[in-house]
Nanobody, 127 residues
Framework: EERLVESGGGLVQAGESLKLSCEVSGVTFNDYAIGWFRQAPGKEREGVSTIVIAFGTTYYTDSVKGRFTISSDIDKNIVVLQMENLTPDDTAVYYC????????????????????WGQGTQVTVSS
C-alpha cells in the first residue's frame, strides 16, 4: 500500500529553520518524483518544491528559492525539505506527494501530476 507520512512541522519564530521529512513506502522510490505543497488558511494549495528521485532534479517556487532545499535519501526512502529563514508567509499545512514516473518541469507543481498524498504537517511561523 502506498503511503506518505510527513513529520517535522511545528511553531517557530521568523528567521528560524525547520526540517520537514516525508517517509515514503509501498512504492519503488526511485521511479517517483516527490513534491512538497502547502496550503495556508483561506488560500489554495500551492507547489513549493519537487525532486525527481532518479535524477536528483529539483524545482522550487520563486518565493522559497535560496531559503528551502529539497533532498532525498534513497536508502531510507525519505525526502527532506530544509527550510531556512522562515517568515510568517510560510505558515501553512505542508503536504508531500508522489508522482509515478517523475515529472516534467511544467507539471512539477500541478497537483494532478501526483497520485499519492500524505496527511500534512502544520508549520507556523510567528513574527
Amino acid at each position: 500500500e502506498e503511503r506518505l507520512v510527513e513529520s517535522g512541522g511545528g511553531l517557530v519564530q521568523a528567521g528560524e529553520s525547520l526540517k520537514l521529512s516525508c517517509e515514503v513506502s509501498g512504492v519503488t522510490f526511485n521511479d517517483y518524483a516527490i513534491g512538497w505543497f502547502r496550503q495556508a488558511p483561506g488560500k489554495e494549495r500551492e507547489g513549493v518544491s519537487t525532486i525527481v528521485i532518479a535524477f536528483g532534479t529539483t524545482y522550487y517556487t520563486d518565493s522559497v528559492k535560496g531559503r528551502f532545499t529539497i533532498s532525498s535519501d534513497i536508502d531510507k526512502n525519505i525526502v527532506v525539505l530544509q527550510m531556512e529563514n522562515l517568515t510568517p508567509d510560510d505558515t501553512a499545512v505542508y503536504y508531500c506527494a508522489a508522482s509515478e514516473g517523475g515529472t516534467e518541469p511544467h507539471n512539477a507543481f500541478r497537483q494532478s501530476t501526483y497520485q499519492y498524498w500524505g496527511q500534512g504537517t502544520q508549520v507556523t511561523v510567528s513574527s
